[in-house]
């Protein structure tokens, strides 16, 4: 396997189809995939304040319809545009759509290599700057590249098992830990700390789940494995809320198609989802007038979790505890969640590692302790 550099990278953003001034100035954007993948790279853009023209696809039912407003058009109408410039979104289905776009000789590259190329040099800056260890610069330049080109083969080959505790210094806890998880979902990460690392390996588990049916799946597994292992009941406690920078309340949005895994939090409803209004909690907040030191938390919040840790700044700074989140579910997490976590404790050593064959599940490790 080839130890990937950051000249690979180069490489792979002067091969992308740009406009005549290496840049998307003056082009019409169009996102090719009308999907939930579609519709998550639409709410990028409008996050960065970007125009999209069109959707596309290849669904003659679509035709015609509006997508969060925004009409769905077929690829023959593609010509029609000025110099338009495609963000395709179904990663599975990347190579036979672009074979099918340079048929029409129409630019085109995968979605996710987009913000890559938009904000180069603050990808370069973490590679060169943040990166603990040469296996995370790897890793980086990796996923990278797989975003670049639409393909997943660069990240089948940095895939590896160990979720959440890939890095030595997270693989043994002891009596004394106390930890957070932050989109517990059904407590399968709780399940396995319990059985891999025994009731002895930790003080205490926090839990929290804002979704109905994830919240009540989370206190059956948490029943059972209290009841199987013997855990006192206080070992872990379960929230129903979300966490974020303030206590509030907000919109948890969830995705029709697949509700259990597709839910994510905004300050507003998103009218292709389902809405329920749910709690947020500030960990700063919760745990102001709790004095147990944090040891580890653990966070999966699709896209929340700059949020959570605005909320979360004064017991990261006080206690210094492992962090492993997720570093995939917005464009920028690449760059922000790394120099926001620096500027809190800048002692913070960074590494990545990726624990999926496609692009989710990248996980970013801070610690104090060298690894």
Not at 126 to 146: R, T
Not at 352 to 368: A, K, N, Q
Request: net charge negative; hydrophobic share 40%.
């Amino acid at each position: 396997m080839k130890n990937y550099c950051w000249s690979d990278v180069e490489s792979a953003i002067n091969e992308c189809k740009l406009g005549p001034n290496g840049n998307f100035d003056n082009c019409d954007i169009v996102i090719f995939g009308a999907g939930n993948a579609g519709m998550i790279t639409l709410k990028e853009l409008n996050r960065k304040k970007i125009n999209v023209v069109a959707f596309c696809d290849n669904d003659a039912d679509k035709y015609g319809e509006k997508i969060g407003l925004i009409k769905c058009i077929s690829p023959n109408e593609l010509k029609l545009l000025n110099d338009p410039i495609i963000l395709v979104t179904p990663l599975l289905h990347y190579q036979s759509i672009s074979k099918q776009l340079e048929k029409l000789k129409i630019r085109h590259l995968f979605a996710d290599a987009f913000p890559i190329i938009m904000a180069k040099e603050k990808y370069k800056f973490i590679f060169d700057n943040y990166l603990y260890d040469e296996k995370s610069k790897h890793v980086f330049v990796a996923m990278l590249l797989g975003k670049l080109k639409g393909s997943y083969k660069y990240s089948s080959e940095v895939f590896e098992e160990s979720f959440y505790y890939a890095i030595p210094s997270f693989k043994f806890m002891n009596v004394e830990d106390i930890i957070i998880d932050c989109g517990a979902f059904v407590g399968d990460t709780i399940q396995e700390l319990v059985e891999r690392r025994n009731k002895s390996s930790f003080k205490k588990i926090y839990a929290f789940e804002p979704g109905d049916r994830q919240f009540e799946a989370l206190n059956f597994r948490v029943d059972r494995l209290k009841k199987e292992w013997a855990l006192l009941e206080d070992q872990i406690i379960c929230v129903k809320a979300g966490v974020g920078e303030k206590t509030e309340k907000a919109y948890l949005n969830i995705d029709s198609e697949t509700p259990l895994i597709n839910a994510y939090i905004s300050d507003e409803s998103i009218e292709s989802t389902q809405n329920n209004i749910v709690d947020i909690i500030s960990l700063d907040d919760f745990f102001g007038t709790v004095e147990e030191k944090i040891t580890f938390i653990k966070a999966d919040i699709e896209g929340f979790e700059l949020e959570m840790f605005k909320g979360a700044t004064e017991i990261i700074k006080k206690y210094k505890p492992n962090l492993a989140f997720s570093l995939y579910h917005k464009w920028d997490d690449f760059f922000v969640l790394p120099e926001y976590i620096k500027s809190i404790v800048p002692e913070y050593n960074i590494s990545i590692r990726h624990h999926g064959p496609l692009y989710s599940e990248t996980v970013c490790y801070c610690s104090i302790l060298e690894f």
